[in-house]
């Protein structure tokens, strides 16, 4: 399982051709308290660069972009009851939805991990 | 000035303290060329308290009101007694001079008031959840058709006949630019609302169906029958009430199966103040709760751990948003909102009955009144406290002709539909607890001598 | 000596008092009322209100569809009524307290006359759809109002029926849109600089636009080369808030307009900060062609705890033609009539639809019109003269302790902009804003505009008195130095409101909107 990151905060994971996206610990960290989480419909076409998620916090709500282009399999359904979990384990339990890669290609411009990290420090 | 507190002493002190020679100084960033140097030239100066309240008595007293005569209006604003605890509370500075209340810690009185406002109008019309409030009856409308598409991705509204016409004229201005297609047609003179040409209309494009309950007629849809067979189409049915008093009597919307319930509040509290500011109502299912357009308040506790209030899931309002927002409403109607509050809270639940029950006695009272006249029909089997009758001449010239015998005996349907001939004979009726039976004879009088 | 105090008063005064640590039995603290919900107090058996009783009617009339339980509404008896209203009351704050330095609302004194001659009874107890022979005075109310409006912004025409700012700034877009469709040439584009109010790009799309924003200049203006850099035949206008969002006038705003208009599109003017000009400058003069006003800010109408507000919008001769109905028109005879949809297709064809029902907030109107005429034309020039003087008096008398971004660029507008750069680590904007609570004060507007970071934006009007600024100016400073000191009892401000600050994420995630018994 390969991860990589977004300048727009988001992280993807990536096997074979399913992924998991989500946002990383530091965009969680700018918002605050997410209370609510709109997750895209289960076989819904994202593509590269489109909101296809919204993250509410108390004062701002947040397009998350597909890092890539696809179709969604699944949605986390856990956020619907617990919104909290974006803000206690992003990068885990805070996952917001799965997809199948439609051109696995688009990954190469993504940051890896290190990248991210020292992208961030700069902020 | 009276309103004024700054003297040319302070004015002088302050200058100095900024460092500026004059007030012109200021506004050094304006353009020469825009700069006024004069007051503007062909408008009066400043004038005392009592010389203002003369000139303002003066337009007053050039109206006929409708408390100094026999009245029968209606057509989405209605005339109710209004208590006199309710002005004088809504005038309490600490209500009428406050702001939106963003910060709840000092601003608890709106918040709570609001919370009951949403808890009574959820009541009143059977639905789970309410908003804050919007500007009025009309615009609410619009707000729960464009609601509607957002929740089904459907486009196609059908808005029942029976649709007071300033409500669809709203709702025909805003989606000739969002691209919603309306689908709206005047009423016809019939007994009853063609409840089933209605549900014919309905399809797979269908986003929703707006039904007026009772309608402009004063009819009264059956909702249950409209709303079952909406669902089965998987779109929407949208109620709206410009009447509320008539919930005192009738069956809530919510509760024979209407989505989204939407209306105008003015009958309770607010009064009719020549057609504003008015009170948007709206209510729908909790499962909609994030697309509801508006403000909201809610329910949570303070940092010590005590019941207080807030402003709620604002992140769907236009400050925010901005052109993502849910809705281009940015303000409640809070003081029209508070009015009908207390006025609700003063009647309670029997109160309410006894003051639809009033005005229905009236309102029937006056149909069978005005049924004896030659040549006067009404058109209604079943109505609350308005309802049509036909006549023999245009309504629009009896209806000037009654008020020059001191009576205002009801609205034109020719003025509220002035493209449809067949409806230029009828005259909308509405009573009111206030109607006596003094002015129901004072209106058949008048009417017997317009149409002899 | 027969009687020896046989009641047992005696005048005594009370010790040092530890107030925190007394817990009353009712929650209350003095004149710190607690107040349960009306749910909790009424009953639907309880009215305040005496109706004649008519025993058991027919109610066949009202077909299958009446009623078989009353309504679940709890009611109280009016004096319970009038003590739950009272008591609410007392725990907000108002302008009828204290000062109110919200940036961009203009809370300023409300006049009580306003409020009588609204209630007189040929504005109040109207009827909308009289005939309009009957209504010549409510009628002659508006037309006054309007005229007001033209002359005091310059322009060609108004549209009185906006119900509020929002709705205003639709209505001008609406216009724009109308203006465009009937040359053919819809366009698809407005231009929003970033200074601009939060609901100029949401009005923007909802009249079916797609936004663009231009950005702003250090100096906090709309950067004017890249604003007519963008400009082409795709652009429909621009919407531009004058004085902006910053507290600054826009300069180059009729050097903007000239540009726009050559290429074709519209200029919307956000009028919110009217106030800072009002009488001193006419927006008609700088090529606006649509601007609404905030009748229930310039012209001082009630806030009423949110709303109602009132939008009217003026219009340029250009737009004039595309403005809603309905409206009134001055007949030589000196009558008014009103023009609706009865009337439109003869006398103003383009009309673009209409706005809402009815005519609009009249009772907004009849007050503007009472503030307007009490003040007269100098007196509205001594309006905008005292607000932009307060609020230059508070920026020079701050930015030592508090950092003024655009302080350098010499005199503000009406408001004065500070943010919380200096402050102790781990401190900002809001912990100043509620300690400002504390000392008796509503906060001023915070984290707006977003043009500068941890934004305060001071609007103090010209309603407040020298004292009363320096009052308040000196809490400011207190504030200021508490914040730089890292003073962490303001990290919890307010401690003396009737409330805490409250659990806004907890409100948010678990929506409890109307009360549930428990």
Same mark, same amino acid.
């Given at each position: 399982?390969?991860?990589?990151?977004?300048?727009?905060?988001?992280?993807?994971?990536?096997?074979?051709?399913?992924?998991?996206?989500?946002?990383?610990?530091?965009?969680?960290?700018?918002?605050?308290?997410?209370?609510?989480?709109?997750?895209?419909?289960?076989?819904?076409?994202?593509?590269?660069?489109?909101?296809?998620?919204?993250?509410?916090?108390?004062?701002?709500?947040?397009?998350?972009?597909?890092?890539?282009?696809?179709?969604?399999?699944?949605?986390?359904?856990?956020?619907?009851?617990?919104?909290?979990?974006?803000?206690?384990?992003?990068?885990?339990?805070?996952?917001?939805?799965?997809?199948?890669?439609?051109?696995?290609?688009?990954?190469?411009?993504?940051?890896?991990?290190?990248?991210?990290?020292?992208?961030?420090?700069?902020? | 000035?009276?309103?004024?507190?700054?003297?040319?002493?302070?004015?002088?002190?302050?200058?100095?303290?900024?460092?500026?020679?004059?007030?012109?100084?200021?506004?050094?960033?304006?353009?020469?060329?825009?700069?006024?140097?004069?007051?503007?030239?062909?408008?009066?100066?400043?004038?005392?308290?009592?010389?203002?309240?003369?000139?303002?008595?003066?337009?007053?007293?050039?109206?006929?009101?409708?408390?100094?005569?026999?009245?029968?209006?209606?057509?989405?604003?209605?005339?109710?007694?209004?208590?006199?605890?309710?002005?004088?509370?809504?005038?309490?500075?600490?209500?009428?001079?406050?702001?939106?209340?963003?910060?709840?810690?000092?601003?608890?009185?709106?918040?709570?008031?609001?919370?009951?406002?949403?808890?009574?109008?959820?009541?009143?019309?059977?639905?789970?959840?309410? @908003?804050?409030?919007?500007?009025?009856?009309?615009?609410?409308?619009?707000?729960?058709?464009?609601?509607?598409?957002?929740?089904?991705?459907?486009?196609?509204?059908?808005?029942?006949?029976?649709?007071?016409?300033?409500?669809?004229?709203?709702?025909?201005?805003?989606?000739?630019?969002?691209?919603?297609?309306?689908?709206?047609?005047?009423?016809?003179?019939?007994?009853?609302?063609?409840?089933?040409?209605?549900?014919?209309?309905?399809?797979?494009?269908?986003?929703?169906?707006?039904?007026?309950?009772?309608?402009?007629?004063?009819?009264?849809?059956?909702?249950?029958?409209?709303?079952?067979?909406?669902?089965?189409?998987?779109?929407?049915?949208?109620?709206?009430?410009?009447?509320?008093?008539?919930?005192?009597?009738?069956?809530?919307?919510?509760?024979?199966?209407?989505?989204?319930?939407?209306?105008?509040?003015?009958?309770?509290?607010?009064?009719?103040?020549?057609?504003?500011?008015?009170?948007?109502?709206?209510?729908?299912?909790?499962?909609?709760?994030?697309?509801?357009?508006?403000?909201?308040?809610?329910?949570?506790?303070?940092?010590?751990?005590?019941?207080?209030?807030?402003?709620?899931?604002?992140?769907?309002?236009?400050?925010?948003?901005?052109?993502?927002?849910?809705? @281009?409403?940015?303000? @409640?109607?809070?003081?029209?909102?508070?009015?009908?509050?207390?006025?609700?809270?003063?009647?309670?639940?029997?109160?309410?009955?006894?003051?639809?029950?009033?005005?229905?006695?009236?309102?029937?009272?006056?149909?069978?009144?005005?049924?004896?006249?030659?040549?006067?029909?009404?058109?209604?089997?079943?109505?609350?406290?308005?309802?049509?009758?036909?006549?023999?001449?245009?309504?629009?010239?009896?209806?000037?002709?009654?008020?020059?015998?001191?009576?205002?005996?009801?609205?034109?349907?020719?003025?509220?539909?002035?493209?449809?001939?067949?409806?230029?004979?009828?005259?909308?009726?509405?009573?009111?607890?206030?109607?006596?039976?003094?002015?129901?004879?004072?209106?058949?009088?008048?009417?017997?001598?317009?149409?002899? | 000596?027969?009687?020896?105090?046989?009641?047992?008063?005696?005048?005594?005064?009370?010790?040092?008092?530890?107030?925190?640590?007394?817990?009353?039995?009712?929650?209350?603290?003095?004149?710190?009322?607690?107040?349960?919900?009306?749910?909790?107090?009424?009953?639907?058996?309880?009215?305040?209100?005496?109706?004649?009783?008519?025993?058991?009617?027919?109610?066949?009339?009202?077909?299958?569809?009446?009623?078989?339980?009353?309504?679940?509404?709890?009611?109280?008896?009016?004096?319970?009524?009038?003590?739950?209203?009272?008591?609410?009351?007392?725990?907000?704050?108002?302008?009828?307290?204290?000062?109110?330095?919200?940036?961009?609302?203009?809370?300023?004194?409300?006049?009580?006359?306003?409020?009588?001659?609204?209630?007189?009874?040929?504005?109040?107890?109207?009827?909308?759809?009289?005939?309009?022979?009957?209504?010549?005075?409510?009628?002659?109310?508006?037309?006054?109002?309007?005229?007001?409006?033209?002359?005091?912004?310059?322009?060609?025409?108004?549209?009185?029926?906006?119900?509020?700012?929002?709705?205003?700034?639709?209505?001008?877009?609406?216009?724009?849109?109308?203006?465009?469709?009937?040359?053919?040439?819809?366009?698809?584009?407005?231009?929003?600089?970033?200074?601009?109010?939060?609901?100029?790009?949401?009005?923007?799309?909802?009249?079916?636009?797609?936004?663009?924003?231009?950005?702003?200049?250090?100096?906090?203006?709309?950067?004017?080369?890249?604003?007519?850099?963008?400009?082409?035949?795709?652009?429909?206008?621009?919407?531009?808030?004058?004085?902006?969002?910053?507290?600054?006038?826009?300069?180059?705003?009729?050097?903007?307009?000239?540009?726009?208009?050559?290429?074709?599109?519209?200029?919307?003017?956000?009028?919110?900060?009217?106030?800072?000009?009002?009488?001193?400058?006419?927006?008609?003069?700088?090529?606006?062609?649509?601007?609404?006003?905030?009748?229930?800010?310039?012209?001082?109408?009630?806030?009423?705890?949110?709303?109602?507000?009132?939008?009217?919008?003026?219009?340029?001769?250009?737009?004039?033609?595309?403005?809603?109905?309905?409206?009134?028109?001055?007949?030589?005879?000196?009558?008014?009539?009103?023009?609706?949809?009865?009337?439109?297709?003869?006398?103003?064809?383009?009309?673009?639809?209409?706005?809402?029902?009815?005519?609009?907030?009249?009772?907004?109107?009849?007050?503007?019109?009472?503030?307007?005429?009490?003040?007269?034309?100098?007196?509205?020039?001594?309006?905008?003269?005292?607000?932009?003087?307060?609020?230059?008096?508070?920026?020079?008398?701050?930015?030592?302790?508090?950092?003024?971004?655009?302080?350098?660029?010499?005199?503000?507008?009406?408001?004065?902009?500070?943010?919380?750069?200096?402050?102790?680590?781990?401190?900002?904007?809001?912990?100043?804003?509620?300690?400002?609570?504390?000392?008796?004060?509503?906060?001023?507007?915070?984290?707006?505009?977003?043009?500068?970071?941890?934004?305060?934006?001071?609007?103090?009007?010209?309603?407040?008195?020298?004292?009363?600024?320096?009052?308040?100016?000196?809490?400011?400073?207190?504030?200021?130095?508490?914040?730089?000191?890292?003073?962490?009892?303001?990290?919890?401000?307010?401690?003396?409101?009737?409330?805490?600050?409250?659990?806004?994420?907890?409100?948010?995630?678990?929506?409890?909107?109307?009360?549930?018994?428990?």
């Amino acid at each position: 399982m390969t991860r990589y990151f977004t300048k727009d905060h988001e992280w993807i994971a990536v096997e074979g051709s399913e992924a998991t996206v989500g946002i990383t610990d530091y965009a969680q960290s700018q918002l605050g308290d997410i209370t609510f989480v709109e997750v895209p419909a289960t076989g819904s076409a994202v593509g590269k660069g489109e909101s296809a998620s919204v993250v509410d916090s108390v004062k701002a709500a947040s397009d998350v972009y597909a890092p890539v282009s696809g179709t969604v399999t699944v949605a986390n359904s856990a956020l619907e009851e617990q919104p909290e979990l974006v803000n206690t384990d992003p990068e885990g339990e805070g996952w917001l939805w799965k997809m199948t890669l439609s051109d696995p290609s688009e990954l190469d411009a993504l940051m890896d991990e290190a990248g991210y990290q020292a992208f961030v420090a700069e902020l | 000035m009276r309103y004024l507190p700054l003297t040319d002493a302070d004015r002088s002190a302050m200058l100095s303290v900024i460092g500026a020679g004059s007030i012109d100084e200021l506004f050094a960033d304006v353009p020469a060329e825009a700069r006024l140097s004069d007051p503007i030239s062909g408008l009066p100066n400043h004038a005392s308290e009592m010389a203002v309240e003369r000139h303002m008595a003066r337009l007053s007293a050039n109206n006929i009101t409708a408390g100094s005569v026999p009245f029968f209006l209606g057509a989405g604003a209605y005339r109710h007694h209004v208590p006199a605890s309710v002005d004088h509370l809504i005038q309490r500075g600490e209500f009428l001079t406050a702001y939106t209340p963003y910060q709840p810690e000092i601003a608890q009185g709106t918040l709570q008031v609001l919370f009951e406002f949403q808890t009574q109008v959820a009541r009143l019309f059977g639905t789970d959840v309410a @908003n804050a409030s919007l500007y009025d009856g009309s615009t609410a409308c619009w707000e729960a058709i464009a609601m509607a598409a957002r929740i089904t991705k459907r486009k196609k509204a059908i808005l029942s006949s029976g649709l007071h016409p300033h409500y669809v004229e709203t709702a025909r201005t805003m989606a000739k630019f969002t691209g919603d297609f309306l689908d709206a047609s005047a009423p016809e003179l019939t007994t009853d609302p063609d409840d089933a040409a209605l549900i014919a209309k309905i399809d797979g494009a269908t986003s929703c169906v707006v039904v007026q309950y009772p309608d402009v007629l004063g009819r009264i849809p059956d909702l249950g029958a409209i709303a079952a067979a909406v669902q089965a189409k998987g779109a929407l049915l949208i109620a709206v009430v410009t009447e509320p008093v008539a919930l005192g009597l009738l069956e809530s919307p919510g509760s024979l199966g209407a989505d989204i319930v939407v209306g105008e509040g003015q009958s309770i509290g607010v009064g009719l103040q020549f057609g504003g500011p008015y009170l948007g109502l709206f209510g729908c299912r909790e499962k909609f709760l994030r697309q509801i357009p508006g403000r909201l308040c809610g329910e949570t506790v303070d940092a010590d751990g005590k019941r207080g209030f807030v402003l709620t899931l604002s992140t769907r309002e236009q400050h925010i948003r901005r052109e993502k927002a849910t809705s @281009n409403i940015c303000t @409640n109607s809070g003081l029209c909102a508070l009015a009908f509050s207390i006025h609700m809270t003063l009647l309670g639940g029997e109160g309410l009955m006894k003051m639809a029950k009033l005005s229905h006695l009236r309102a029937r009272q006056t149909a069978e009144r005005l049924a004896m006249i030659p040549g006067v029909t009404v058109v209604n089997r079943h109505y609350f406290n308005e309802f049509v009758v036909t006549l023999p001449k245009d309504a629009r010239q009896v209806v000037r002709d009654l008020a020059d015998r001191q009576v205002l005996g009801g609205v034109s349907m020719g003025r509220l539909y002035p493209q449809v001939g067949s409806l230029s004979g009828a005259l909308l009726v509405a009573a009111t607890e206030c109607t006596s039976e003094d002015d129901i004879e004072a209106l058949a009088t008048a009417l017997t001598e317009v149409l002899a | 000596m027969n009687e020896l105090n046989p009641s047992g008063w005696r005048p005594a005064m009370g010790g040092t008092s530890p107030a925190d640590a007394i817990q009353t039995f009712t929650g209350n603290r003095a004149l710190q009322l607690e107040e349960a919900l009306l749910f909790e107090l009424g009953s639907p058996d309880r009215s305040g209100v005496d109706f004649d009783d008519v025993g058991d009617i027919d109610l066949t009339a009202l077909g299958p569809l009446a009623r078989s339980h009353r309504a679940d509404l709890p009611g109280l008896s009016e004096p319970e009524t009038v003590r739950h209203y009272t008591r609410l009351s007392r725990q907000n704050y108002a302008i009828d307290l204290g000062l109110f330095p919200l940036g961009s609302c203009t809370m300023k004194h409300n006049p009580r006359l306003d409020e009588k001659v609204a209630r007189m009874p040929g504005f109040a107890d109207v009827h909308p759809l009289q005939p309009v022979h009957t209504v010549q005075g409510a009628l002659g109310a508006i037309n006054e109002l309007a005229h007001w409006l033209i002359r005091l912004t310059g322009m060609h025409g108004v549209a009185m029926t906006p119900k509020a700012g929002a709705h205003g700034e639709l209505c001008g877009l609406l216009c724009i849109r109308a203006a465009l469709e009937a040359k053919g040439d819809p366009r698809e584009v407005i231009l929003v600089p970033e200074s601009a109010h939060g609901t100029n790009p949401a009005t923007a799309a909802f009249a079916g636009y797609r936004v663009e924003n231009i950005p702003a200049t250090p100096e906090g203006r709309v950067d004017l080369a890249a604003l007519t850099a963008r400009l082409g035949p795709d652009v429909a206008g621009v919407m531009i808030t004058n004085p902006n969002t910053c507290g600054l006038f826009e300069r180059d705003l009729k050097t903007i307009a000239d540009a726009v208009h050559a290429a074709g599109g519209y200029v919307y003017c956000d009028g919110a900060n009217f106030n800072a000009i009002v009488g001193r400058v006419r927006p008609g003069d700088l090529g606006v062609d649509a601007m609404h006003i905030n009748l229930h800010k310039t012209f001082s109408t009630p806030h009423g705890g949110g709303g109602p507000g009132s939008g009217p919008v003026v219009l340029s001769e250009a737009l004039s033609p595309f403005g809603p109905l309905p409206f009134t028109a001055r007949q030589p005879d000196g009558s008014i009539r009103l023009i609706e949809e009865e009337q439109a297709n003869e006398e103003h064809p383009q009309a673009f639809g209409r706005m809402c029902a009815f005519h609009g907030q009249m009772g907004m109107f009849t007050r503007a019109l009472a503030y307007i005429l009490s003040h007269g034309a100098d007196g509205l020039r001594q309006v905008s003269s005292d607000a932009v003087l307060n609020a230059n008096y508070v920026l020079r008398r701050l930015d030592d302790v508090l950092d003024a971004p655009f302080g350098g660029a010499g005199p503000c507008m009406h408001e004065a902009l500070f943010s919380d750069d200096g402050f102790a680590e781990g401190f900002s904007t809001i912990d100043l804003a509620k300690g400002l609570i504390d000392e008796g004060y509503h906060p001023m507007t915070v984290y707006f505009p977003l043009v500068v970071h941890g934004a305060m934006l001071v609007e103090p009007t010209e309603t407040e008195s020298k004292a009363g600024l320096d009052q308040f100016i000196g809490a400011m400073r207190s504030l200021a130095e508490r914040a730089r000191a890292g003073d962490q009892l303001l990290k919890s401000a307010p401690h003396l409101a009737p409330r805490r600050r409250l659990d806004e994420t907890l409100a948010a995630r678990k929506p409890k909107l109307v009360y549930k018994p428990a």
